[in-house]
Structures are given as structure tokens and as C-alpha cells.
């Protein structure tokens, strides 16, 4: 492509970087054929007499190309009259350029004609549950004219983990207060066991240490069931986001489209014309980003958005 561009800047760079000069001629006594594209050599010295002194104003002598010619018959006998050029192109008016450069914009493939676009599905993923709603954004540039279409799909399903612990955790006891064989001096204090919150069933002294008569019992040993192992793979979970609702810029659309959706919970795909709600909440300006959020009523899972948008759109704007 690159290689092809230079190629024709290089060739409309030197046909239009000479001058054209381009010359009317009739010919008499021809006998040569001559033909559009053929050269022919033109000699002329132009005089004229100003204020009783002769003026050359005009001195050619050179090879010209020949763009138009045409034989014609008279009274005066044969004639033919040629468009000479000093260029291979022809001379042009101020119509001509102007739509020739129209034209060259359409050879190059810039038009300002609209045209249908149907670009890839924008997707999405989300989570949800009954307090924290899926919101995507669908937003149209200031290159999209209409909105032909939008369509929706919605499919919900459980969450997926990638990890689960290997083992279950197990009941178990912990040592507490182990003697480390080293003199300390001990206050004895009542301490109280209660069978429930308010009675007292039965008392006894524990030794505590001087430091403080605040302290806390920590355990002594350690047991390996507190450190559990994590096993890697796919875990889905059982819930699901239960009875969907639709809205678009904060407005409710559920009802309009037979909603709601996925009542009782499991999961769902849910296929949906969202075109009507988008034009509605555009009010007649679509060149700007629209919410649609979903919200569910209970359970909890994630969402896949996948939005169809089928628009006409206009690449260069028109001032």
C-alpha cells in the first residue's frame, strides 16, 4: 500500500509540477495523420505594432502534445484545428477542478455519504446480588447518525472460585499455660466459670503473673489443622441472581419487555430489543452514553452483557 501511494504521488507530483501552457492551432495542407497523444513541434513568433513600435510578445519553439484535434472541410479548403498542451493534461476551468478534486475524494474512499455499521457486540461481565446492581455503559460518538437497532443478551449463572481449601477444618484443643522452668512470682486470683451468662456454678484460683493483673491466655502449642491447604481448580457456587429488572438511565424498563426475568433463581439467558428504551431516554439526541443497569431481587452469580448496536454513521463531519 505504502509502495503504491509514492508511486501515484510521484506520478500526479511531476505531471502537475510543470507549468501548462496549451495553444489553439489550425493547420492547413496536412498530410500527415495526426492523433490525440502524438507530439507535434510548434513554431510561432507573435508581433504586434504598439504606439508605432513593434513588440514580440510571444516566442515558441517546442514540442507540444496533442490533445484534441479535428479535421474540417470549407470553402477555404482543409483544415485542422489543434489544442496543443506543454503537458500531457488538459487545461481546466474552475468547474472542471472542482469536481475533479470531488471526484479524486471518492477514488481515495473519503466520502461524506453515511453508511450502515454494524460493529463487534460489545461484552461485558459483572457481578451481582440483591444490593449491588450489573451496570454497563453504551456509549455513541458524535459519527453515528441513527440507531437502527440494539439488541441485548443477558446470560447469568453462579459464581466460579478458582481455589477451595483441601480439608475440611477440624474440632481441636489448644495447651494453655505450659511451665517454661523458670522462678516467677504469682499472685493467686478468683477467677469464675459460669454455666450460662448470669450463673455462677463454681469458682477456683488461677495463678497470674505480677506484671499485670490485666492479661490475656494465650494457647501454648500450635496444631497444623489451623493452617489449611488450598486446592486449585473450577468451583462453582450454588446460588444464583434471582428475578432480573432492566433500566436505562435510572428509568425502569422491565415491564415493557416482559420482564421481570430468571424469578426463582438459576441460570438464565434472556434476549432483549433495548432500541425503543435507548431512543426514548436519547429524546432525540443519540450522540451520548447511556446506563443499562440490572438489579436482582435476591441470590447472587455473574452476569454476561453482549450489546448488538446496528447504526448509520457518517465518518467526517459536515459543517
Not at 127 to 148: G, H
Request: net charge negative.
Amino acid at each position: 500500500a505504502a509502495n503504491a501511494l509514492y508511486d501515484q504521488a510521484a506520478a500526479w507530483l511531476t505531471r502537475y509540477s510543470q507549468r501548462l501552457d496549451s495553444y489553439q492551432v489550425t493547420a492547413k495542407k496536412v498530410r500527415a495523420t495526426i492523433r490525440p497523444g502524438d507530439k507535434v513541434r510548434l513554431v510561432y513568433n507573435g508581433v504586434v505594432v504598439r504606439d508605432g513600435e513593434v513588440v514580440h510578445y510571444l516566442d515558441v519553439d517546442d514540442d507540444f502534445w496533442v490533445m484534441e484535434c479535428t479535421e474540417r472541410v470549407g470553402v477555404e479548403g482543409a483544415a485542422l484545428d489543434m489544442t496543443l498542451a506543454s503537458v500531457d493534461r488538459h487545461a481546466q476551468d474552475a468547474a472542471r477542478i472542482v469536481i475533479g478534486s470531488l471526484e479524486t475524494l471518492s477514488i481515495d474512499s473519503v466520502t461524506v455519504k453515511p453508511y450502515f455499521n454494524n460493529g463487534a457486540p460489545l461484552v461485558y461481565n459483572r457481578v451481582i446480588d440483591a444490593t449491588t446492581p450489573a451496570i454497563v455503559p453504551v456509549r455513541f460518538t458524535n459519527a453515528v447518525q441513527r440507531l437502527n437497532r440494539a439488541l441485548l443478551r443477558i446470560k447469568t449463572g453462579p459464581f466460579v472460585a478458582t481455589v477451595l481449601p483441601d480439608v475440611a477444618n477440624t474440632t481441636h484443643r489448644h495447651t494453655i499455660m505450659t511451665n517454661d522452668g523458670v522462678d516467677r512470682t504469682y499472685y493467686w486470683r478468683q477467677v469464675t466459670l459460669y454455666d450460662s451468662a448470669s450463673d455462677a456454678s463454681a469458682y477456683g484460683l488461677m495463678p497470674l503473673s505480677i506484671e499485670s493483673a490485666a492479661f490475656s491466655l494465650q494457647t501454648g502449642t500450635e496444631t497444623d489443622e489451623d493452617f489449611i491447604g488450598i486446592e486449585y481448580g473450577l468451583h462453582s457456587d450454588t446460588a444464583t441472581p434471582d428475578t432480573l429488572r432492566l433500566f436505562v438511565n435510572g428509568t425502569d424498563y422491565t415491564a415493557s419487555l416482559s420482564g421481570p426475568w430468571a424469578v426463582g433463581g438459576g441460570a438464565a439467558t434472556i434476549d432483549l430489543d433495548i432500541t425503543a428504551a435507548i431512543e426514548a431516554e436519547a429524546a432525540g439526541n443519540i450522540q451520548q452514553e447511556f446506563e443499562i443497569k440490572l438489579t436482582c431481587d435476591s441470590g447472587q452469580g455473574e452476569v454476561e452483557f453482549s450489546i448488538d448496536l446496528y447504526k448509520t454513521i457518517q465518518a467526517i463531519a459536515v459543517t
